[in-house]
T-cell receptor
């Protein structure tokens, strides 16, 4: 069974640009979650998508957005990039919502803002 | 707001000993708690889940306890091995699926 895949592995942008990160969940998983892991900080919850709908979002500004496609893959968009957006962005999937379900993570996209 | 604290950022133990990692939380009443392992440059990997009505859970050399009165979970690795060296994260969640909170992690090094 293929795991969660994320692309690209690394992404370098400059301030003010826009970034798009992609995630393919495990086959059969309908929920996708996005997290930001900045250096020295824990995983911060960004967004949760299930069945194509945004179910919840964390305490992040609106320039962080995303969507989920009919095949359950997802993309995260970050507009007007700022230096503090530099972090590892992790995607996870689970069967249904994550209540009582383990999350399966990809290896992330390392976003660097110059 | 909720706060999750994991014991000292780094923990070093001798091979063969039992490693005990702590996860304390405040301002939250989780319905369940999960533990994950994260290796450098990789995403977290799920290890164990324990529910609020469970006191203890075991899986091979791993054991998790959950004390809702103390607001604390303990994660034990018995007969530790150098391959157990990694960062271990605890995560708390509710039944409503509103949010899922991760601690900052404890870096464990098992010395041969």
């Amino acid at each position: 069974e293929a795991g969660v895949t994320q692309s690209p592995t690394h992404l370098i942008k400059t301030r003010g640009q826009q970034a798009t990160l992609r995630c393919s969940p495990i086959s059969g998983h309908t929920s996708v979650y996005w997290y930001q892991q900045a250096l020295g900080l824990g995983l911060q919850f960004l967004l949760w998508y299930d069945e194509g709908e945004e179910r919840n979002r964390g305490n992040f500004p609106p320039r962080f957005s995303g969507r989920q496609f009919p095949n359950y893959s997802s993309e995260l968009n970050v507009n007007a990039l700022e230096l503090e957006d530099s972090a590892l962005y992790l995607c996870a999937s689970s069967q249904g919502d994550y209540s009582n379900q383990p999350q399966h993570f990809g290896d992330g996209t390392r976003l660097s803002i110059l | 707001s909720q706060k999750i604290e994991q014991n000292s950022e780094a923990l070093n133990i001798q091979e063969g000993k039992t490693a005990t990692l702590t996860c304390n939380y405040t301002n939250y009443s989780p319905a369940y708690l999960q533990w994950y392992r994260q290796d450098p440059g990789r995403g977290p990997v799920f290890l164990l889940l324990i529910r609020e009505n469970e006191k203890e859970k075991r899986k091979e050399r791993l054991k998790v306890t959950f004390d809702t009165t103390l607001k604390q979970s303990l994660f034990h690795i018995t007969a530790s091995q150098p391959a157990d060296s990694a960062t271990y994260l605890c995560a708390l969640g509710s039944n409503t699926g509103n949010q899922f909170y991760f601690g900052t992690g404890t870096s464990l090094t098992v010395i041969p």
